[in-house]
Structures are given as C-alpha cells and as structure tokens.
C-alpha cells in the first residue's frame, strides 16, 4: 500500500499513508536520519497494526515507526550485533550476524529473539502480514500461513522447507 526510498540520509514514502494528507502520489519526507540509510522496508499491518510501518537502518541503527510524517521512530533495542538487512510485516525482522532475529508488531514488543532452527546463515529476509520467509544455506524457509501445509493454511510458528526451493536459492 506504500514505497519508501532513501535519498541518503533523507526516507520519502508515497502511497497510503497515515496523517495529514493521507495518500500521497508523489513521494513525502517521513525521516531524516543521521546517518546514510542502508536499508528500508515497509510493511502492511505490522507495527501498530493499524496502518503501513517503515523500518530503516542508518549506521549501526535500526528503527521503525508508523508510516506518517509525524510519528516518532523506534530504535530497535537488543539486536546484539549490527542489522544488515530489515523487513517490515508481521512479525517485523532483521539479519544480525547471518541469523533472523524477528520481534512483534507493536511499541510494546520491540524485542527481537533469535528466530529457531535456522542458524547462522540467513543472507535475505521477507515479512508480510501473514508469514514470514528467509533464505538460509540457498534453502527459502517460511513460517507464519503455510499454503502447502495440510490442512491448507495452517499457521507454523516453525519455518519449514518451501517445497522446489530447498537448494540454489538466493
């Protein structure tokens, strides 16, 4: 429902976005960061639940806030180590030294855990509001909704092997 770009240390969002103005066709400043930002996302529905969130990482730093110009950015606390990559959705995640460190969808539950049983080798990451999927070892991994599950649907909190994609992925 919305794009987010980064003109170095400036975020421009445009498409849906919360506060005055609402949906923007041409791209609106949402954050100025101290520092280059190296990566962005955006995400339906995942850090108040009830509209668009921007993660970013800008140095060391990685923050996330509702998509709109007045919201404050929070600094996400407890990574334990520096975030090369960021996914916003539900849950939001990051890569922090090859591993998935994901955490909830509001203020209140801005602590990352390590994501179980996918080790040190995670090189890409994707959330949206219903699952989440990794690439680790050239394997893609997903949990959350799980199509191929049986019955259909079913929610795994485990990630399993998506199936055709268990090597040379990347």
Same mark, same amino acid.
């Given at each position: 429902?919305?794009?987010?770009?980064?003109?170095?240390?400036?975020?421009?969002?445009?498409?849906?976005?919360?506060?005055? $103005?609402?949906?923007?066709?041409?791209?609106?400043?949402?954050?100025?960061?101290?520092?280059?930002?190296?990566?962005?996302?955006?995400?339906?529905? !995942?850090?108040?639940?009830?509209?668009?969130? *921007?993660?970013?990482?800008?140095?060391?730093? *990685?923050?996330?806030?509702?998509?709109?110009?007045?919201?404050? *950015?929070?600094?996400?606390?407890?990574?334990?180590?520096?975030?090369?990559?960021? !996914?916003?959705?539900?849950?939001?995640?990051?890569?922090?030294?090859?591993?998935?460190?994901?955490?909830?969808?509001?203020?209140?539950?801005?602590?990352?855990?390590?994501?179980? $049983?996918?080790?040190?080798?995670?090189?890409?990451?994707?959330?949206?509001?219903?699952?989440?999927?990794?690439?680790? !070892? $050239?394997?893609?991994?997903?949990?959350?909704?799980?199509?191929?599950?049986?019955?259909?649907?079913?929610?795994?909190?485990?990630?399993?092997?998506?199936?055709? *994609?268990?090597?040379?992925?990347?």
């Amino acid at each position: 429902r919305a794009s987010c770009a980064s003109t170095r240390t400036e975020v421009k969002c445009w498409g849906e976005i919360k506060g005055p $103005g609402g949906t923007a066709y041409t791209p609106r400043s949402m954050y100025d960061a101290e520092a280059p930002v190296t990566a962005i996302s955006v995400g339906d529905n !995942s850090y108040s639940g009830t509209s668009n969130t *921007l993660c970013m990482i800008f140095g060391a730093t *990685l923050g996330c806030k509702d998509l709109a110009p007045d919201e404050i *950015l929070n600094p996400v606390k407890g990574l334990g180590g520096e975030p090369t990559a960021v !996914s916003a959705g539900n849950p939001n995640c990051a890569i922090v030294a090859g591993a998935a460190k994901c955490w909830g969808t509001n203020a209140a539950t801005l602590s990352p855990s390590v994501v179980v $049983g996918l080790g040190q080798n995670v090189t890409a990451v994707a959330s949206s509001s219903e699952h989440t999927c990794v690439v680790v !070892s $050239g394997a893609a991994k997903c949990w959350g909704i799980a199509w191929g599950a049986t019955p259909p649907l079913n929610r795994s909190e485990v990630p399993f092997d998506v199936p055709g *994609l268990t090597s040379g992925v990347t």
